[in-house]
């Protein structure tokens, strides 16, 4: 099945300090998206993106695709405490949603 | 406009029983997906319901079986629980009317299953 690789598994960061995570995968991407899970909550929903290339912002949080759809990124520009949490790389391919392992996150104030 | 919801909120099982969980999708969805998530993992996909059937299955053993009723809600089975059944279930819902554009899929708060 579909894979993706995520790195790194872990983050800590000094607020005020910028922070990415990277989604890689070994074949072509139809599209990615983009969850955050709180501690003890569940995946919600960020961002989907679908075109080589595509860059989009959200506030402090821009998202990347690469060039050849191989590979997404995350970036969090001044990070605050409430970006703690696990950050998801998701791709859908033949009606399944498939994950990477996440990249925890944590904010020291 | 109610989310996705699901019952119960934990649970607690022992090895060899068998556990029903539920799901409710989000108003106006009608795709309900399960997903098992062992602490300190991504979600993985156990299997896709649309129009009460089954649609699409991740690798995932035949101890584990879902339904889905007329009113989209679904239940996802397990029998003969073991140890390493242990994790967050999660149910997540979509509109199968949508565009790849907008699969957005949304996810309930889980249930915390734990098998002693």
């Known amino acids: 099945g579909q894979q993706v690789m995520q790195i790194p598994q872990y983050q800590h960061v000094q607020e005020g300090e910028d922070f990415t995570t990277y989604c890689n995968s070994s074949t072509t991407l139809s599209n990615i998206q983009w969850y955050k899970q709180r501690p003890g909550g569940h995946p919600v929903f960020l961002i989907q993106?679908?075109?080589?290339?595509e860059v989009k912002k959200q506030k402090r949080l821009t998202f990347q695709f690469g060039e050849a759809k191989k590979n997404s990124s995350l970036h969090i520009t001044a990070t605050q405490t409430t970006d703690v949490g696990t950050y998801f790389c998701a791709v859908y391919n033949f009606n399944k949603f498939y994950f990477g392992s996440g990249t925890k996150l944590n904010v020291k104030p | 406009d109610a989310g996705v919801t699901q019952s119960p909120t934990h649970l607690i099982k022992t090895r060899g029983q068998q556990v029903t969980l539920r799901c409710s999708p989000k108003?106006?969805?009608?795709?309900v997906s399960w997903y098992q998530q062992a602490l300190g993992q991504g979600p993985q996909f156990i299997f896709q319901y649309y129009e009460e059937e089954e649609r699409q299955r991740g690798n995932f053993p035949d101890r584990f079986s879902g339904h889905q009723f007329p009113n989209y809600s679904s239940e996802l089975n397990v029998n003969a629980l073991l140890l390493g059944d242990s994790a967050l279930y999660l149910c997540a819902s979509r509109s199968s009317g949508g565009t790849l554009l907008t699969d957005t899929q949304y996810f309930g708060p889980g249930t915390r299953l734990t098998v002693l």
């Open positions: 108003s106006g969805h009608d795709t």
């Open positions: 993106l679908v075109k080589s290339g």
